[in-house]
């Protein structure tokens, strides 16, 4: 076939050569094609399947006009024939298959060099032996060797959506019952969620408006309890749970105001809910203790009693699985008071539930308790206990406790508040630290750390080749120079 | 002898060349093949290490196996291009004359210098003055002399194997780029292993070495330097070739990230002709006739690592041109869809 017993002979034995290398590639081309057909056709086969499990799944729901068996069948066949004539129609790309063949079959691209030879021979020494040995090599390996094993990848799937179709036909279902009892009972739950969260809300605004730091913090877990029951991020057996111990500290909030509303001793200024969360921590709270200022209750006091009254009825209805719609009572927008204790008399602004200590706004408004230590901040005036932190200070923080000796407390009888006795210097005493910021100078960056910024610049540029080769050395020594007294950088 | 007798004549041949070679050079199969194809595809290499790796050595063996004319440069810096390329010398002859008395004849003649050789050793290359070295510019393009308006040709085969030293920069003059485009291969030599070692001492410290064997004259040279430029390569692996020289050029379409970052300037037109014609001669030195990707890949940074210019924040970050190269032939891929 080399073509080496003259020159007649070898003409006809390369040309048998060619003829053998165009034979196998048309051959290779034939098997591409068919190969090709068949994975449009699995792929078309699988998506034809696809709208048919639509139909079979819709079956049940909706009276559909036709079979739906016969439209998956269809649809497959469909998908299955279009693929087939898409594939046939296809150019295939012969170099690119020559390429291919020679990766699969590692002959350094001798193949595809040997179908270019056939129609632009290179030189005269080595095209025929290489056309030769390309024909050799595709006549001793088969097509499906070349072409590597027939991959469907889609068509093992086609099996399990054909069960499916069977399964929905056989039992078949209705998707909006389904979907319409979940969505009853989702919603119930996101409407209690959302009445939670609108109560907390409101108690939110109320305590945050008169400093009240715990019923804060109860109106805020409300809040984010109704939120994620609104949002379903949690279960409605953990929003039971969570509910409980809201419900509990609610309750022994309401007891607390009932009862400080019940010692009486209204005062001006107000100290009574103060006085009424001492009793809830068990502290002496000195002389003026329960007694120190309960004053009278705003015209709010029933919208007050009406939240908690609506937040132990979302519970219920929590409880209870049932849904319904806020309840009424108030109007939309009207901000609840948490300060004010259930039907209490009408009460000065600026009350609060928290007892000095706690409630940083109320420092400095009247006259402290008795029994209470230093109420100022270190940094003033010691002499003046209970002067309010300078202008622009951020707030209070409280120290750790100092615990004076106990005092007496006497119990009066059910229903009566607490009474402590307790001399100047005995009992809680409270100390708080005063964080403030300084007066602004003006200066909007210390002069340290625009140094670096400058310097970091510097650095960029010299990175980038935009300082002159020359001019480095100079320009880093300048840097390295006012870097280390940077106080000097300004001349 | 047909295609496959000559295929197999060549590799039969090159490999008799790298036994005899191996005799005197441990090791650096590699390196003596790099060399062994610039001989082939008529090129020039320039071999780049530190001293002692071997370089003049494995040039000298090279003179010794090949039966053609050698000859060895010394370049320093008082070295002048007279000195390489030859000069016009005044010669006086003195003749009897007819009658009585001496006929004195005085003409010019031109003595020819080292560069007239098949085998051109130019040690230390960097070592000599920028004119000097350019004074083997016209040798190695052109395979010509021109000294005095008269233009000298250069015996075939020619080849130039040049030596420099990296670490010595005191007293040298750096190649300039357009001498180091004409050179085919940069090759650069390693430290060799402990076992290499052994081996370099046992032959170089017992007995008297035996004079290597001529295995290739001149004809042998030519015959597979033709044959080289036969061998058949596929239009996509040309274009594989091309696309890899124009890929480490900084603002081409095709550039890497590495390239556009670190590059200077990318490899000339000479780098992808050097590519396509060492992958030629790598194919047939495997016995194969036809080139591929991988002859291709396997020539990529001997043939481009000195046409790979880094700019300041390559050179600064210590990036090297065969990074830039294996990034080059890892990203280019080997071909594209057309259309």
């Known amino acids: ?491 | 002898m047909d295609a496959r007798e000559k295929s197999a004549w060549v590799k039969q041949s090159v490999f008799a060349l790298k036994q005899e070679i191996g005799r005197a050079i441990v090791g650096n199969e590699a390196i003596v093949e790099d060399v062994l194809l610039c001989l082939f595809c008529g090129g020039h290499a320039l071999l780049e290490g530190v001293p002692g790796l071997g370089k003049t050595t494995l040039i000298k063996c090279l003179g010794q196996v090949l039966d053609i004319a050698t000859s060895r440069i010394q370049f320093t810096p008082d070295l002048m291009p007279a000195d390489i390329i030859g000069t016009n010398v005044l010669i006086q002859e003195e003749t009897q004359a007819a009658g009585a008395g001496v006929d004195t004849r005085r003409f010019v003649r031109f003595q020819k210098g080292p560069v007239f050789a098949n085998v051109v050793l130019a040690d230390e290359i960097n070592r000599a003055t920028p004119k000097t070295q350019s004074a083997l510019l016209e040798a190695m393009q052109e395979q010509t002399v021109t000294v005095g308006g008269t233009t000298y040709a250069l015996d075939s085969p020619f080849i130039v194997l040049a030596t420099q030293n990296p670490i010595e920069m005191e007293g040298t003059y750096p190649l300039p780029e357009a001498q180091l485009d004409r050179f085919f291969f940069k090759i650069a030599l390693g430290y060799p292993s402990a076992e290499e070692i052994s081996a370099i001492i046992d032959r170089t410290t017992a007995g008297a070495q035996r004079p290597l064997k001529k295995i290739m004259d001149a004809d042998a040279i030519a015959r597979i330097k033709e044959l080289v430029r036969e061998v058949p390569m596929a239009a996509h692996v040309k274009d594989y070739a091309i696309r890899l020289g124009l890929a480490t050029r900084p603002g081409t379409p095709t550039a890497t990230e590495l390239v556009s970052r670190y590059a200077r300037y990318g490899a000339s037109p000479r780098g992808p002709q050097s590519l396509v014609l060492a992958a030629r001669a790598k194919a047939l030195f495997d016995g194969r006739m036809n080139a591929g990707f991988e002859d291709v890949k396997a020539v990529c940074r001997q043939a481009l690592r000195h046409r790979i210019l880094l700019n300041f924040e390559g050179e600064a970050e210590g990036i090297t041109p065969e990074q830039i190269i294996d990034d080059v032939r890892e990203r280019v891929p080997e071909t594209i869809e057309q259309g």
Not at chain 1, 157 to 162: E, T
Not at chain 1, 215 to 222: E, F, G, I, T
Not at chain 1, 280 to 286: H, I, L, P
């Open chain 1, 1 to 491: 076939m080399s073509g080496r017993t003259g020159a007649g002979r070898g003409r006809t034995t390369q040309g048998t050569a060619r003829a053998e290398l165009m034979a196998r590639v048309h051959g290779l081309v034939r098997h591409a094609r068919r190969d090709l057909a068949a994975r449009r056709g699995s792929e078309g086969l699988f998506f034809g399947l696809i709208p048919g499990l639509l139909a079979a799944a819709l079956a049940g729901t909706f009276s559909l006009p036709f079979s739906a068996l016969g439209f998956a069948g269809c649809a497959a066949a469909a998908g299955a024939c279009a693929g087939i004539p898409i594939a046939l129609l296809r150019r295939i790309d012969v170099r690119r298959l020559l390429i291919d063949a020679d990766r699969s079959l590692g002959s350094r691209e001798l193949a595809s060099t040997a179908f270019e030879l056939v129609d632009a021979p290179w030189g005269e020494t080595f095209s025929d032996a290489v056309i030769d040995e390309a024909a050799a090599l595709m006549t001793r390996s088969s097509p499906r060797r070349i072409l590597g094993a027939l991959r469907l990848p889609l068509l093992p799937f086609a099996p399990a959506l054909v069960l499916l179709i069977a399964l929905a036909l056989i039992f078949p279902f209705n998707l909006r019952g389904l979907f319409a009892a979940r969505h009853a009972g989702m919603g119930e739950l996101a409407m209690i969620g959302e009445d939670l969260q609108s109560y907390g809300q409101r108690l939110q605004d109320s305590a945050r408006s008169q400093n009240l730091g715990r019923s804060l913090a109860l109106a805020q877990d409300l809040a984010k309890l109704g939120r994620e029951l609104a949002e379903g991020s949690i279960q409605k057996d953990e929003a039971l749970d969570r509910m409980a111990d809201v419900e509990r500290r609610l309750t022994a909030e309401y007891d607390l105001r009932l009862r400080a509303f019940n010692s009486g001793d209204p005062r001006p200024g107000g100290r009574g809910q103060a006085g009424a969360e001492d009793q809830t921590e068990g502290s002496a709270g000195g002389r003026g203790g329960l007694r120190d200022g309960f004053d009278s209750s705003s015209p709010g006091d029933d919208r007050g009693s009406q939240d908690l009254k609506d937040m132990g009825d979302a519970l219920k209805r929590l409880r209870q699985g049932q849904g319904a719609s806020p309840p009424s009572g108030r109007e939309q927008g009207e901000p609840p008071s948490m300060a004010q204790g259930p039907q209490a008399p009408p009460r000065q602004p600026g009350s609060g539930l928290l007892p000095p200590g706690n409630d940083s706004s109320e420092k400095g408004q009247g006259s402290p308790p008795q029994g209470y230590g230093s109420g100022a901040a270190p940094d003033s005036d010691p002499g003046q206990p209970g002067k309010k932190a300078p202008s622009g200070s951020p707030g209070l923080m409280p120290a750790p406790d100092t615990k004076g000796p106990p005092s007496r407390i006497e119990q009066g009888g059910r229903g009566s508040p607490l009474k402590a006795e307790a001399s100047p210097g005995q009992g809680d005493s409270t100390k708080f630290l005063v964080r403030a910021l300084p007066e602004w100078s003006g200066s909007r960056l210390p002069e340290d750390k625009q140094l670096r910024r400058y310097a970091q610049a510097v650095e960029s540029a010299l990175t980038r080749e935009e300082v002159p080769p020359r001019l480095k050395e100079y320009v880093k020594s300048y840097f390295t120079i006012i870097g280390v007294s940077g106080g000097d950088a300004r001349h």
